[in-house]
């Protein structure tokens, strides 16, 4: 689907409604097509009002709302997914979003929803992948 800003950030707000406790979300596309925005959206549906930076230079960044938030920017880490415990946030009782998660590849858990967000002029084209059964009724 295209979306401008607005769109994206009430569609993000929209899902982040119908997350539930373990629930992950990984965030693909290019710098700048729109990953941190769209986790500001989910945000809002998760009712936390506080500021929602990208994590690049702190990998993980906490929220607290109607369940916590662990938003991860995992680009800086590489090809070395070790050098922090995913399991805590994979497997904690919050929602984890994931920037540059297809990084993580073989690392990830095998069901999660992905979003793939490509910048098309002043809209971006984003696409909804599930990953196992879990994620199937989020593609409605």
Do not use: C
């Amino acid at each position: 689907m295209k979306l401008n800003e607005k769109q994206m950030l009430d569609f993000a707000k929209r899902l982040g409604k119908k997350l539930q406790a373990g629930d992950i979300i990984v965030l693909t596309g290019e710098l700048g097509a729109g990953k941190t925005t769209f986790t500001k959206g989910l945000g809002l549906g998760l009712d936390i009002h506080q500021m929602i930076k990208s994590p690049t230079y702190t990998i993980v960044r906490e929220y607290e709302g109607r369940l916590p938030l662990y938003h991860m920017d995992v680009y800086r880490i590489g090809d070395d997914p070790d050098s922090i415990d995913l399991d805590d946030y994979l497997f904690g009782n919050g929602v984890t979003v994931i920037e540059w998660g297809n990084l993580l590849a073989q690392d990830l858990p095998s069901e999660y929803l992905e979003i793939v967000f490509d910048y098309l002029d002043d809209e971006r084209e984003v696409t909804l992948v599930a990953h196992g059964h879990r994620y199937d009724t989020y593609l409605d």
